[in-house]
């Protein structure tokens, strides 16, 4: 769409908005709202951008009768760069799963015990950074190791009403192994191990995303366990769900009935579902095409975690800063912007070649 077709759906959502009927469905007012959302900074830039051209015509007017308005001329001409500049950005092609919240599953890796801990530390990072930005968490799923960390665990993280930027906007490049180097807790001699923890993201799927029939499914129930054997309850309320024609196995345990852990198995199948679509169809409309930031990649070191000189390395755009411990604290922004920019040159360069 150009940019005129932009401002008329905008202004056609605008109109729907304002029908008290839309609002009697809560589904279809949640879309338009987000679309709302989305094609806000457009227009806005676009109506700043036309005030801004009209007063730099005025001023350049003006100027050759009174030179004091040539300096007005000159800011209003910067201020009409910086604007079509951001006009550029915002009108390139968007991930259509910007908008969607995200389900993150944190899994220790290489490292045995220091590799749960670290991932519970993960967590926590996670957790802080969502609070900071006003997101919603949900845990899911987990699974404890007897230290206090997590052989596994998942998290849903929402916006929060009809935001402009949905969750995985920024998190989708978490995805991948997360290296730690320090000295673990469980180690005597002060010796530095270097243990990995798995990062998979994916976008919640909604039911009208992706549609799932019964008869794919096989659905197995087991008693839930905590660490160490220790017994969660004694009915079978666990559940493990297999998509027969993917393969792909989910379980849940975190609930203490039967019926709440297959509706929350059934929550993060559907979004590995979606991400599985999306990435089949990515490959096949660039199948040799490398980015330089790769968001669900479970085969690639992503990011160390250098505790001795308190550093954080992204080795996907060779981001580095020495203020590892506030990152973990959920200062997490520097670090995902630096793989926000990086994106966007690459998307902008490949708008700009095709």
Request: proline share 3%; hydrophobic share 35%; charged share 30%.
């Amino acid at each position: 769409m150009n940019l005129d077709e932009l401002i008329s759906e905008y202004a056609d959502i605008e109109e729907r908005l304002a029908d008290p009927s839309v609002h009697a469905d809560q589904a279809l007012a949640r879309k338009l709202g987000k679309r709302y959302a989305e094609l806000r900074p457009i227009v806005e830039t676009r109506r700043e951008l036309a005030s801004t051209q009209d007063d730099l015509a005025t001023a350049r007017e003006l100027a050759g009768e009174d030179a004091a308005f040539a300096a007005e001329a000159e800011e209003f001409d910067r201020r009409r760069a910086d604007l079509e500049e951001r006009l550029r950005r915002l009108l390139v092609p968007r991930d259509p799963s910007d908008s969607k919240d995200v389900i993150l599953q944190v899994k220790a890796g290489e490292g045995g015990e220091e590799s749960a801990l670290f991932a519970g530390d993960l967590l926590r990072m996670y957790l802080r950074y969502a609070e900071r930005i006003g997101w919603k968490t949900e845990i899911i799923d987990a699974h404890p190791s007897d230290l206090g960390g997590y052989k596994d665990v998942t998290v849903a993280v929402k916006a929060r009403g009809s935001a402009e930027e949905g969750v995985w906007t920024r998190l989708k490049y978490e995805g991948g192994v997360h290296r730690v180097q320090r000295v673990p807790a469980t180690e005597s001699q002060g010796r530095i191990h270097t243990s990995a923890v798995g990062v998979l993201v994916t976008p919640e799927a909604a039911d009208v995303d992706v549609q799932i029939d019964p008869n794919d499914l096989r659905i197995d129930v087991y008693r839930s366990s905590g660490p160490g054997g220790q017994s969660v309850n004694t009915t079978d309320s666990a559940v493990r769900i297999t998509h027969l024609p993917t393969g792909v196995v989910v379980s849940c345990q975190n609930e203490k009935s039967q019926l709440q852990n297959k509706e929350q198995a059934l929550r993060i199948l559907r979004s590995r579902l979606l991400a599985m679509a999306q990435e089949e169809a990515d490959a096949a409309a660039a199948a040799e095409r490398k980015s330089q930031v790769r968001t669900v990649d479970r085969s690639e070191r992503v990011r160390t975690y250098n505790f001795p000189e308190n550093r954080i390395s992204d080795h996907r755009v060779g981001y580095k800063a020495y203020n590892l411990d506030q990152v973990l604290d959920g200062d997490l922004h520097n670090v995902t912007q630096a793989l926000v920019d990086a994106d966007m040159e690459r998307r902008l360069a490949e708008a700009q070649g095709s």
